[in-house]
T-cell receptor, first 110, second 113 residues
Framework: KNEVEQSPQNLTAQEGEFITINCSYSVGISALHWLQQHPGGGIVSLFM???GKKKHGRLIATINIQEKHSSLHITASHPRDSAVYIC????????????FGKGTKLSVKP | DGGITQSPKYLFRKEGQNVTLSCEQNLNHDAMYWYRQDPGQGLRLIYY???????QKGDIAEGYSVSREKKESFPLTVTSAQKNPTAFYLC????????????FGEGSRLTVL
């Protein structure tokens, strides 16, 4: 079965801490997405990557294709980073082939 | 600004009623998707469409129907045949192919009374 596993499920941090969220998957993929879901429910795309590393502001995403693993890092965390972070992987050739992880709920305390 | 608009944000329905959720995008994307989100679960695909007048079932299509009469619009109807319709519904779009970034709407929360 194709699966996407995220860890941890829940994460509480103090403002300023360095945060890492992990994503492991079991199939060969063409792309991996990191998404952020706000408390209101809307989802924003943070990164799409198929190799290496991407950086946007305080967020860094890495992927290791051989190990089937990706990490999302947040440097100098802030309460406004509190959200659910979702990993999703695209596999195969069909447009509908996208598997989502269950998400990691992050709470950053001031 | 380009984006995806879903409406309504909140919807209440009595058992036995059909309801239609709207999804409109002005990103000129060919691919559109409907997902369902339940607590503790990842998003699950209901239907997707790659071109006007064509769509494919996802993993949980039973009890739902869609149409794609215009490139910009992909409405979802939750029919009375859907046994457990209370959920959060998300519409998304992307360019065709496997390398497209996903764009999501703000979601619609449906509650069956």
């Amino acid at each position: 079965k194709n699966e996407v596993e995220q860890s941890p499920q829940n994460l509480t941090a103090q403002e300023g801490e360095f945060i890492t969220i992990n994503c492991s998957y079991s199939v060969g993929i063409s792309a991996l997405h990191w998404l952020q879901q706000h408390p209101g429910g809307g989802i924003v795309s943070l990164f799409m990557l198929s190799s290496g590393k991407k950086k946007h502001g305080r967020l860094i995403a890495t992927i290791n294709i051989q190990e089937k693993h990706s990490s999302l890092h947040i440097t100098a965390s802030h309460p406004r980073d509190s959200a659910v972070y979702i990993c999703a992987v695209r596999y195969g050739g069909s447009q509908g082939n996208l598997i989502f992880g269950k998400g990691t709920k992050l709470s950053v305390k001031p | 600004d380009g984006g995806i608009t879903q409406s309504p944000k909140y919807l209440f329905r009595k058992e036995g009623q059909n309801v239609t959720l709207s999804c409109e995008q002005n990103l000129n994307h060919d691919a559109m998707y409907w997902y369902r989100q339940d607590p503790g679960q990842g998003l699950r695909l209901i239907y997707y469409s790659q071109i006007v007048n064509d769509f494919q079932k996802g993993d949980i299509a039973e009890g739902y129907s869609v149409s794609r009469e215009k490139k910009e619009s992909f409405p979802l109807t939750v029919t009375s045949a859907q046994k457990n319709p209370t959920a959060f519904y998300l519409c998304a779009s992307s360019v065709l192919g496997t390398a497209g970034e996903l764009f999501f709407g703000e979601g619609s929360r449906l509650t069956v009374l």
